[in-house]
C-alpha cells in the first residue's frame, strides 16, 4: 500500500484569483470529523435518493456537491505570473471543455457528489453491521463538542469583529446544515471513526515505511526551535500610517543590529535577557523570541521561516544570523532540531513524536482506504427513488455554480 500521504500543491496558487474569491463567498467552510458521513433529521420526502431503505438528504448532497466543487481548484494549473485576464481565459477553458470521457467538470461534480453520499452512507451501514456503535455518554460527548465548537468560535470571532453573527458562526461550523442535523451527522462520523481504529490496530507499520514518508516531506515534520533578537525598520507618517524608514534611519538600525551581535557573540549581554527587555517584536516579553518553525507552524516573517526550514542542526555556542527581512532586522539563532531521528514523546506521555505522527497518519490514510473499498465493494448498496430533477435543481440553486456559469459559461450538459 502507498504511503504518499502528502499532497503537493501545483504550481501556481489560486488564492489571489477570483474562482478562489467566488468559492470563498459561495461555499461555507466545511469541517469534516474523521470521515465524511451524514445525518438523518429532516422533513420526510426531502431526499434525493435512497440506500438500503435510508433516505440521501437534500441537505446532505449539498453538502457533498460544495465539497466537490471547493476541490475544483486542485484541477486547475495556473502558472505563476499569469495575468487575470489568461487566468480567466483558463477557466472558461476548463468549464466548458469536456474531459476524455466526455463529461463537463461540473457535470462531474454533480454525479461525483452523488457516488460520496452513497459511499458514506454505505460506510455508516458498514459500521454498524460491524457491531460499531455510540454509547449514551459518547453521544452526549459528540453533542457537548459541538455546542463546545460553535461557542468557541462564536467568542473568538466576536472579539474581532461584533458584526458577525451567532448564525454567521453556525454556518462557518455547520454549513448548510442546522446544528441539530449537524451533531447527527457527528455521531455517524464517530461511529466510523471507531470502525476505521479498529482497523489501524492490525497495521504493521515499519520504521523504512516512515522513514520514506519523513523524507519525501522533510519539512512538514522536522522543526526548528529558533530564537531571535528583532529590531524594526517601520516608522508611521504624518497620518499615522505605518511605512518603511528612510536609508539613513535604516542605516542607524542596522548599526545598532551590529552592535548588539557583537555583544551577543562576545558575551557581554545575555541574549535571552535582552530579547525579553529590548526586542521589539510583538509579545518577546513573554515568547523571550522562541519559535518552533516547520511547514505547519511558521513564524509569519518569510525570511525567518525560510531561514528556519533549511536548518538541519543546531547552532554553536553564541553563533548568531543577522536576517534582513521586509519590516526590520532579526538577529538569530537555532536553539534545537527535532529530526526523525532524535524526536521523542512528550514528558506529559502525548504520543507525538514525529514517529508516531507519522506512523498515525499512514494508519489513518489506510483505514480511509480500507474503508472506502469495503463500502465500493459492499452487495446490496446500490441507490434506489434516485431523484435525478431534484438533483439537478439543487445544482443550479447552488451560488457556487451560478457563479462559475455566469462568470466563465461554465457547462453543466449540452
Given at each position: 500500500m502507498s504511503t504518499e500521504i502528502k499532497k503537493k500543491k501545483k504550481t501556481g496558487s489560486l488564492d489571489n484569483n477570483k474562482f478562489v474569491a467566488i468559492l470563498a463567498v459561495s461555499l461555507a467552510v466545511i469541517v469534516v470529523f474523521v470521515s465524511v458521513l451524514s445525518v438523518v433529521l429532516v422533513t420526510s420526502g426531502n431526499f434525493v435518493a435512497k440506500l438500503n431503505g435510508q433516505k440521501l438528504y437534500n441537505y446532505e448532497y449539498v453538502h457533498y456537491l460544495n465539497a466537490e466543487l471547493a476541490d475544483i481548484s486542485e484541477e486547475i494549473d495556473i502558472p505563476e505570473g499569469t495575468s487575470d485576464e489568461k487566468a480567466v481565459?483558463?477557466?472558461?477553458?476548463y468549464f466548458t471543455k469536456k474531459d476524455e470521457n466526455g463529461k463537463y467538470a461540473l457535470q462531474l461534480c454533480q454525479e461525483n457528489a452523488l457516488e460520496e453520499l452513497r459511499i458514506f452512507k454505505a460506510s455508516y451501514q458498514l459500521a454498524l453491521d460491524k457491531g460499531f456503535k455510540l454509547t449514551s455518554e459518547e453521544a452526549d460527548n459528540v453533542e457537548a463538542n459541538v455546542d463546545y465548537m460553535i461557542n468557541y468560535y462564536y467568542s473568538v470571532y466576536q472579539q474581532y469583529d461584533s458584526s458577525i453573527t451567532y448564525e454567521d458562526v453556525l454556518q462557518y461550523?455547520?454549513?448548510e446544515m442546522s446544528a441539530k442535523q449537524y451533531k447527527e451527522y457527528a455521531k455517524q462520523d464517530t461511529v466510523i471513526a471507531k470502525y476505521m481504529d479498529s482497523m489501524k490496530e492490525k497495521y504493521d507499520i515499519?520504521?523504512?515505511?516512515?522513514?520514506?514518508v519523513y523524507d519525501e516531506n522533510v519539512n512538514d515534520y522536522r522543526t526548528a526551535k529558533v530564537q531571535k533578537f528583532f529590531l524594526s525598520t517601520m516608522t508611521t507618517d504624518k497620518d499615522g500610517k505605518s511605512v518603511a524608514m528612510k536609508d539613513a534611519e535604516k542605516a542607524d538600525v542596522k548599526a545598532k543590529i551590529d552592535d548588539y551581535?557583537?555583544?551577543f557573540k562576545s558575551g557581554e549581554l545575555k541574549f535571552e535577557e535582552t530579547i525579553k527587555s529590548k526586542s521589539e517584536e510583538t509579545n518577546a516579553a513573554k515568547s523571550a523570541g522562541i519559535s518552533t518553525i516547520n511547514n505547519g507552524s511558521?513564524?509569519?516573517?518569510?525570511k525567518v521561516d525560510e531561514w528556519a526550514l533549511k536548518k538541519e542542526k543546531a547552532d554553536a555556542e553564541n553563533v548568531y544570523e543577522v536576517i534582513e527581512?521586509?519590516?526590520g532586522y532579526y538577529i538569530i539563532r537555532c536553539n534545537e532540531v527535532e529530526d526523525?531521528?532524535?524526536s521523542v514523546d512528550s514528558e506529559e506521555g502525548a504520543n507525538d513524536s514525529i514517529k508516531n505522527t507519522i506512523k498515525a497518519e499512514i494508519a489513518t490514510e489506510r483505514a480511509t482506504k480500507q474503508m472506502r473499498d469495503e463500502a465500493l465493494a459492499a452487495k446490496g448498496y446500490d441507490l434506489s427513488n434516485?431523484?435525478?430533477?431534484?438533483?439537478?435543481?439543487?445544482?443550479?440553486?447552488?451560488?457556487?455554480?451560478?457563479?462559475?456559469v455566469s462568470d466563465y459559461g461554465a457547462k453543466i450538459s449540452d
Amino acid at each position: 500500500m502507498s504511503t504518499e500521504i502528502k499532497k503537493k500543491k501545483k504550481t501556481g496558487s489560486l488564492d489571489n484569483n477570483k474562482f478562489v474569491a467566488i468559492l470563498a463567498v459561495s461555499l461555507a467552510v466545511i469541517v469534516v470529523f474523521v470521515s465524511v458521513l451524514s445525518v438523518v433529521l429532516v422533513t420526510s420526502g426531502n431526499f434525493v435518493a435512497k440506500l438500503n431503505g435510508q433516505k440521501l438528504y437534500n441537505y446532505e448532497y449539498v453538502h457533498y456537491l460544495n465539497a466537490e466543487l471547493a476541490d475544483i481548484s486542485e484541477e486547475i494549473d495556473i502558472p505563476e505570473g499569469t495575468s487575470d485576464e489568461k487566468a480567466v481565459e483558463i477557466y472558461k477553458e476548463y468549464f466548458t471543455k469536456k474531459d476524455e470521457n466526455g463529461k463537463y467538470a461540473l457535470q462531474l461534480c454533480q454525479e461525483n457528489a452523488l457516488e460520496e453520499l452513497r459511499i458514506f452512507k454505505a460506510s455508516y451501514q458498514l459500521a454498524l453491521d460491524k457491531g460499531f456503535k455510540l454509547t449514551s455518554e459518547e453521544a452526549d460527548n459528540v453533542e457537548a463538542n459541538v455546542d463546545y465548537m460553535i461557542n468557541y468560535y462564536y467568542s473568538v470571532y466576536q472579539q474581532y469583529d461584533s458584526s458577525i453573527t451567532y448564525e454567521d458562526v453556525l454556518q462557518y461550523v455547520c454549513g448548510e446544515m442546522s446544528a441539530k442535523q449537524y451533531k447527527e451527522y457527528a455521531k455517524q462520523d464517530t461511529v466510523i471513526a471507531k470502525y476505521m481504529d479498529s482497523m489501524k490496530e492490525k497495521y504493521d507499520i515499519t520504521e523504512a515505511e516512515m522513514r520514506k514518508v519523513y523524507d519525501e516531506n522533510v519539512n512538514d515534520y522536522r522543526t526548528a526551535k529558533v530564537q531571535k533578537f528583532f529590531l524594526s525598520t517601520m516608522t508611521t507618517d504624518k497620518d499615522g500610517k505605518s511605512v518603511a524608514m528612510k536609508d539613513a534611519e535604516k542605516a542607524d538600525v542596522k548599526a545598532k543590529i551590529d552592535d548588539y551581535l557583537a555583544k551577543f557573540k562576545s558575551g557581554e549581554l545575555k541574549f535571552e535577557e535582552t530579547i525579553k527587555s529590548k526586542s521589539e517584536e510583538t509579545n518577546a516579553a513573554k515568547s523571550a523570541g522562541i519559535s518552533t518553525i516547520n511547514n505547519g507552524s511558521l513564524s509569519g516573517d518569510t525570511k525567518v521561516d525560510e531561514w528556519a526550514l533549511k536548518k538541519e542542526k543546531a547552532d554553536a555556542e553564541n553563533v548568531y544570523e543577522v536576517i534582513e527581512a521586509e519590516k526590520g532586522y532579526y538577529i538569530i539563532r537555532c536553539n534545537e532540531v527535532e529530526d526523525f531521528d532524535n524526536s521523542v514523546d512528550s514528558e506529559e506521555g502525548a504520543n507525538d513524536s514525529i514517529k508516531n505522527t507519522i506512523k498515525a497518519e499512514i494508519a489513518t490514510e489506510r483505514a480511509t482506504k480500507q474503508m472506502r473499498d469495503e463500502a465500493l465493494a459492499a452487495k446490496g448498496y446500490d441507490l434506489s427513488n434516485i431523484k435525478d430533477e431534484k438533483i439537478a435543481e439543487l445544482f443550479e440553486e447552488n451560488k457556487t455554480v451560478s457563479s462559475l456559469v455566469s462568470d466563465y459559461g461554465a457547462k453543466i450538459s449540452d
